[in-house]
């Protein structure tokens, strides 16, 4: 995440928390942290906002083609939040060359303004911080590819064979959002829930479509946008352009410059599985398309096209909510010495400190190095540093008024230079057994995944994969020794992948964002 506070006077005042608590005044007198008046709630703004929401799959890091290029189509577009699929490790070099100042690499979301990701959110959502201690929440999500339903549909296979697909291998990977993020409107914040669905909607394929495309044969209630229109979201490009046979609104494929071995073709079907849903107090006022020239309702043409998807994007009048009381870190694995960035929304009353303590401590646990007085103010950032720190985990603390603990997020401290550990819980397995992966260290990326390659894989960016798996953002780095993250490998987490694995010798990689680039590695075989 890019993030950047802004020094008044000096703040790191490194003594115990009571102390802190007793000089709250002192430091709001001399500024303390960047943040709200510290003697007044912020107010919601008057009007609705305006903000432009952009989805973009950039293919394979945007380097496909041309970077230049994709950097070109956002600033044509000049969105004010990108969300981003396969951005791989290019998220920050993308906002850096546009002029973002703002970025989540671990959510791959670029903005103009603050991103805070909440502990409790596990990855799921981040907030984007529009006005001091008001946000919108923002969740971007790339559904597998596997078994394309139009591929299905033009092959012959029955309405009930395709939605049973899509039921098993790309319906399950939206559950969490659509359980985590309802509870965000009831409480007044606008949510976005935006990505590379790699599925189409049923408001594209009616009665009145059926039949005007060789893979649109038939009315089809589309299992993953029935369910996020069941949970309260609106397709922004359909409450634009409610029309289907007015505006197709097609994503992909985008006629890009033929690119050996990865290029769709001119036969594969066309579709509109790049979507931007809302849901709570935003409504979409337009909608546009960025793409290659001459493409069908490309407002913003960038020649040559750098990626296989069009961009879409929507922009809303948006009334922003409040900001939930929390703290999030920023990074949440930083190399000892290194600071990190802590953002907070304190409870009525506001804050008197942020503190650094083990895990589960409490406030009188707090280390006497670090420890911030941050005064009353309702929100805003401090600069944390670490070099006093040993080397593993912490929580940082909200501490309010009587030694309230208003909210903890957690961190790591890591040493200069450490990498990734992966491991599994055997070197050999039965055919068909689950296989339990650990790692350790490991950055917090949403779309961070494990990749299973025959032992003589020597690049994964060249050999293909077997069976796979995303992280999701889990266990996101730890001291030596600790498990950061666990799951199971097998035919439940694996659907339409090759399974079982065959007798053989296999090498298991920990690779980075939805890319190709590895940072851990281990081998098993299997009997």
Same mark, same amino acid.
């Given at each position: 995440?890019?993030?950047?506070?802004?020094?008044?006077?000096?703040?790191?005042?490194?003594?115990?928390?009571?102390?802190?608590?007793?000089?709250?005044?002192?430091?709001?007198?001399?500024?303390?942290?960047?943040?709200?008046?510290?003697?007044?709630?912020?107010?919601?703004?008057?009007?609705?906002?305006?903000?432009?929401?952009?989805?973009?799959?950039?293919?394979?890091?945007?380097? /496909?083609?041309?970077?230049?290029?994709?950097?070109?189509?956002?600033?044509?577009?000049?969105?004010?939040?990108?969300?981003?699929?396969?951005?791989?490790?290019? /998220?920050?070099?993308?906002?850096?060359?546009?002029?973002?100042?703002?970025?989540?690499?671990?959510?791959?979301?670029?903005?103009?303004?603050?991103?805070?990701?909440?502990?409790?959110?596990?990855?799921?959502?981040?907030?984007?911080?529009?006005?001091?201690?008001?946000?919108?929440?923002?969740?971007?999500?790339?559904?597998?590819?596997?078994?394309?339903?139009?591929?299905?549909?033009?092959?012959?296979?029955?309405?009930?064979?395709?939605?049973?697909?899509? =039921?098993?291998?790309?319906?399950?990977?939206?559950?969490?959002?659509?359980?985590?993020?309802?509870?965000?409107?009831?409480?007044?914040?606008?949510?976005?829930?935006?990505?590379?669905?790699?599925?189409?909607?049923?408001?594209?394929?009616?009665?009145?479509?059926?039949?005007?495309?060789?893979?649109?044969?038939?009315?089809?209630?589309?299992?993953?946008?029935?369910?996020?229109?069941?949970?309260?979201?609106?397709?922004?490009?359909?409450?634009?352009?409610?029309?289907?046979?007015?505006?197709?609104?097609?994503?992909?494929?985008?006629?890009?410059?033929?690119?050996?071995?990865?290029?769709?073709?001119?036969?594969?079907?066309? =579709?509109?599985?790049?979507?931007?849903?809302?849901?709570?107090?935003?409504?979409?006022?337009?909608?546009?398309?960025?793409?290659?020239?001459?493409?069908?309702?490309?407002?913003?043409?960038?020649?040559?096209?750098?990626?296989?998807?069009?961009?879409?994007?929507?922009?809303?009048?948006?009334?922003?909510?409040?900001?939930?009381?929390?703290?999030?870190?920023?990074?949440?694995?930083?190399?000892?010495?290194?600071?990190?960035?802590?953002?907070?929304?304190?409870?009525?009353?506001?804050?008197?400190?942020?503190?650094?303590?083990?895990?589960?401590?409490?406030?009188?646990?707090?280390?006497?190095?670090?420890?911030?007085?941050?005064?009353?103010?309702?929100?805003?950032?401090?600069?944390?540093?670490?070099?006093?720190?040993?080397?593993?985990?912490?929580?940082?603390?909200?501490?309010?008024?009587?030694?309230?603990?208003?909210?903890?997020?957690?961190?790591?401290?890591?040493?200069?230079?450490?990498?990734?550990?992966?491991?599994?819980?055997?070197?050999?397995?039965?055919?068909?057994?689950?296989?339990?992966?650990? @790692?350790?260290?490991?950055?917090?990326?949403?779309?961070? @995944?494990?990749?299973?390659?025959?032992?003589?894989?020597?690049?994964?960016?060249?050999?293909?994969?077997?069976? @796979?798996?995303?992280?999701?953002?889990?266990?996101?780095?730890?001291?030596?020794?600790?498990?950061?993250?666990?799951?199971?490998?097998?035919?439940?987490?694996?659907?339409?992948?090759?399974?079982?694995?065959?007798?053989?010798?296999?090498?298991?990689?920990?690779?980075?964002?939805?890319?190709?680039?590895?940072?851990?590695?281990? /081998?098993?075989?299997?009997?």
């Amino acid at each position: 995440m890019g993030t950047h506070g802004r020094r008044a006077c000096p703040r790191h005042v490194i003594v115990g928390l009571t102390f802190l608590l007793a000089c709250a005044s002192l430091a709001a007198a001399c500024g303390g942290a960047s943040g709200d008046s510290p003697t007044a709630t912020p107010s919601p703004p008057a009007t609705p906002m305006t903000l432009k929401v952009m989805e973009f799959n950039i293919e394979y890091g945007g380097t /496909t083609i041309d970077f230049a290029k994709v950097v070109e189509a956002v600033k044509a577009a000049d969105p004010d939040v990108i969300g981003l699929e396969e951005a791989e490790t290019n /998220t920050s070099r993308l906002a850096k060359a546009a002029g973002y100042e703002y970025w989540s690499n671990a959510m791959q979301v670029v903005s103009r303004y603050p991103l805070l990701e909440p502990p409790d959110a596990h990855g799921s959502y981040l907030f984007v911080q529009l006005e001091p201690g008001f946000c919108i929440a923002l969740s971007n999500v790339h559904l597998p590819s596997d078994a394309p339903g139009p591929t299905m549909i033009r092959k012959g296979k029955t309405a009930d064979q395709v939605i049973a697909m899509e =039921d098993k291998v790309r319906l399950p990977y939206i559950q969490t959002q659509l359980e985590v993020l309802p509870p965000l409107v009831k409480q007044g914040i606008p949510v976005f829930l935006l990505g590379d669905f790699n599925a189409p909607s049923h408001l594209d394929y009616t009665e009145a479509v059926a039949g005007t495309r060789d893979y649109v044969k038939y009315p089809l209630e589309w299992p993953v946008s029935k369910a996020v229109e069941a949970a309260g979201f609106v397709d922004s490009w359909r409450a634009v352009f409610p029309d289907p046979l007015q505006s197709l609104g097609l994503t992909w494929w985008a006629a890009r410059p033929q690119v050996d071995g990865s290029n769709p073709g001119p036969n594969a079907p066309q =579709d509109r599985i790049d979507f931007i849903y809302s849901a709570g107090p935003a409504k979409a006022t337009a909608a546009q398309l960025a793409g290659e020239k001459g493409g069908p309702e490309v407002t913003f043409a960038v020649k040559p096209w750098p990626s296989d998807h069009r961009a879409v994007m929507t922009t809303f009048a948006v009334t922003p909510g409040p900001l939930p009381v929390m703290i999030a870190v920023s990074p949440q694995v930083a190399t000892v010495g290194d600071p990190v960035t802590a953002f907070y929304k304190a409870a009525p009353g506001g804050a008197a400190a942020v503190a650094v303590v083990p895990v589960d401590g409490a406030p009188a646990d707090a280390l006497e190095s670090p420890a911030i007085a941050v005064g009353s103010a309702h929100s805003g950032s401090v600069e944390v540093p670490t070099q006093a720190l040993d080397l593993g985990k912490y929580e940082l603390l909200l501490v309010g008024a009587g030694n309230a603990v208003q909210a903890r997020a957690p961190f790591w401290v890591q040493a200069p230079g450490a990498k990734p550990l992966l491991t599994t819980d055997k070197t050999a397995y039965a055919s068909g057994a689950p296989m339990v992966v650990t @790692w350790e260290r490991a950055p917090a990326n949403r779309w961070d @995944w494990l990749g299973v390659y025959k032992a003589t894989a020597a690049d994964p960016n060249v050999d293909a994969y077997l069976i @796979w798996q995303y992280t999701g953002g889990a266990g996101s780095g730890t001291s030596a020794g600790t498990v950061a993250g666990a799951m199971t490998m097998d035919k439940a987490t694996v659907e339409g992948s090759p399974w079982p694995l065959p007798t053989g010798k296999y090498v298991l990689y920990y690779l980075l964002a939805d890319g190709y680039e590895w940072v851990a590695k281990t /081998t098993f075989r299997v009997n």
